[in-house]
């Protein structure tokens, strides 16, 4: 990785030496620089202005989503930022993700961009604008020698192609935080993304009508439109392409360990999408009893499960979000089958409770009594059922809520109220996770020893429909015998 260019000088040894040290230095915006080399590289590029730009797919979505905003909060200043880059160590960065409010009202995923909704005067509504970085300047030498120049991170657009591309007034970002400070009349900005923002507003917002804003537009991502409800296909799609290779490198991973497995998902995230949606879990063995084992380190040995959660993250951001266990042989032991079975019975229990009007618990309640009977059954849980539900002693081996709402977060609309989010009722697009587990920790005495060690979750994407719902990540063979023949077919291709 290439260091930005800081010129030095030498010491100077004699007082010529030293006249021909300073000369160098007269550039006063970057010392070190001579006058000749910035004059040198003000001129001689191309203009690359590109023309005639189409408007982004999701374009008349996110006027949608704005004019719905503007009318939720009439009369006010709103601001939304992207949010800045993100120091990983020293003078390296985390890779930019644009803050989930910011994509969802914009389409942009520009870092250091803002969102700013602004009243009109004497009308309804608001003018929107998008504050965001112009090109860099070549006059002063900033795209070069400026770490987030264009010549080290690559080319952004200009102001008037991002007003193309976006369908929203473009202006220069850094004019922002003066324009705030002078601002009049109420204020509301997204907190948490962009400290210099927040620095601008400090006299003029609250910490309860910020957080009012953000808990709206946490809801408002509930319903999915067309647009966002295709692109979480998209990304299910190649999710279930992510686990075909998994499957046929098996034999590679029980060479080297389970981040052989991480590498080949993520390989396909990169390729068909923008990332992984969140950090996968690729969990061999006893590891698959830990809900979010992410150091992805330890062995692949046949005999056992391989519990893989992943998800690919479109370029448009929206992810999907997918579980199945695996044996890693190609065959459940029985007692595998057994356990398997019953979280599999317990998620097709909790799919048929997705429907249009039904409360968002039914489908956990429904899985959970499932799984409950089966404990019973097993003689790990005294009866009856009623009493273990009541009770909730069940959660000793299923641990986790079965299933949360999906879109451009993994674990989408989290900042909603409960009254909209888990007392809610579900509605026809609406896109949610079912995945119910079975997890027997390595060192639970209270289970015969033949179960300990093992864990199993299976998840799905579930759209709600007008009529019922249906499954995205259908096209990913869930049924144990299907899961045989599906594995076994990808190893002989």
Request: with cysteine; glycine share 8%.
């Amino acid at each position: 990785m290439a260091e930005e260019l800081t010129p030095e000088t030498p010491e100077p040894e004699t007082p010529e030496a030293e006249e021909a040290a300073i000369k160098p230095r007269k550039n006063g915006l970057y010392p070190g620089v001579s006058d000749e080399l910035a004059e040198n590289m003000k001129s001689g590029w191309a203009d690359t202005e590109l023309h005639g730009l189409e408007p982004i797919p999701q374009a008349s979505e996110t006027a949608a989503r704005r004019a719905a905003l503007s009318a939720r909060f009439p009369g006010e200043r709103l601001v939304i930022p992207a949010g800045n880059l993100k120091t990983r160590s020293n003078d390296t960065e985390y890779a930019f993700r644009a803050s989930t409010e910011y994509t969802y009202l914009t389409g942009d995923q520009t870092q250091d961009g803002v969102l700013v909704l602004e009243p009109k005067a004497g009308q309804d509504g608001h003018d929107a604008t998008v504050y965001l970085l112009p090109r860099s300047n070549r006059e002063n030498g900033e795209f070069w020698l400026n770490g987030q120049g264009e010549l080290w991170v690559g080319r952004r657009h200009s102001l008037t192609e991002a007003e193309q591309l976006l369908g929203i007034p473009a202006k220069d970002v850094r004019e922002l935080p003066a324009a705030l400070k002078d601002a009049t009349g109420p204020v509301r900005n997204v907190r948490g993304h962009d400290a210099g923002i927040e620095a601008a507003l400090t006299d003029k917002v609250t910490a309860e009508r910020d957080e009012e804003l953000r808990v709206h537009l946490s809801e408002a991502r509930a319903v999915k439109d067309a647009f966002e409800i295709g692109e979480l296909q998209k990304a299910v799609d190649s999710t279930v392409r992510g686990f075909e290779d998994v499957v046929k490198i098996l034999d590679k991973a029980e060479a080297t360990s389970e981040r052989y497995i991480e590498g080949t998902f993520f390989l396909r995230a990169r390729v068909e999408g923008n990332d992984i949606g969140y950090g996968s879990i690729c969990a061999a063995g006893p590891h698959a009893t830990t809900l979010h084992w992410v150091r992805n380190d330890g062995d692949v040995r046949s005999g056992d499960l391989l519990l893989l959660d992943a998800g690919v993250e479109t370029h448009t951001l929206y992810t999907a979000d997918v579980t199945r266990t695996l044996p890693i042989n190609g065959r459940y032991s029985e007692l595998q089958r057994k356990i398997y079975d019953a979280v599999y019975e317990s998620q097709e229990a909790g799919i048929a409770a997705v429907q249009p009007g039904a409360k968002y618990r039914d489908f956990h309640d429904a899985s959970q009594r499932v799984l409950a009977e089966k404990l019973v059954e097993w003689g790990l849980l005294e009866g009856p059922v009623e009493k273990v539900l009541e009770l909730g002693l069940q959660r000793r081996w299923t641990l986790h809520g079965t299933g949360h709402m999906l879109g451009l977060d993994v674990h989408d609309c989290a900042a909603a109220r409960r009254e909209a989010y888990a007392d809610g009722t579900l509605e026809p697009g609406m896109c949610l996770t079912v995945e119910p587990g079975l997890y027997f920790q390595a060192d639970d005495l209270t289970v015969p020893e033949e179960y300990r060690g093992i864990g199993v979750r299976i998840e799905d994407d579930i759209l709600v429909t007008e009529d019922g719902n249906r499954n995205l990540s259908a096209a990913l063979p869930r049924r144990a015998d299907e899961v045989e023949a599906w594995m076994a077919a990808l190893k002989q291709a």
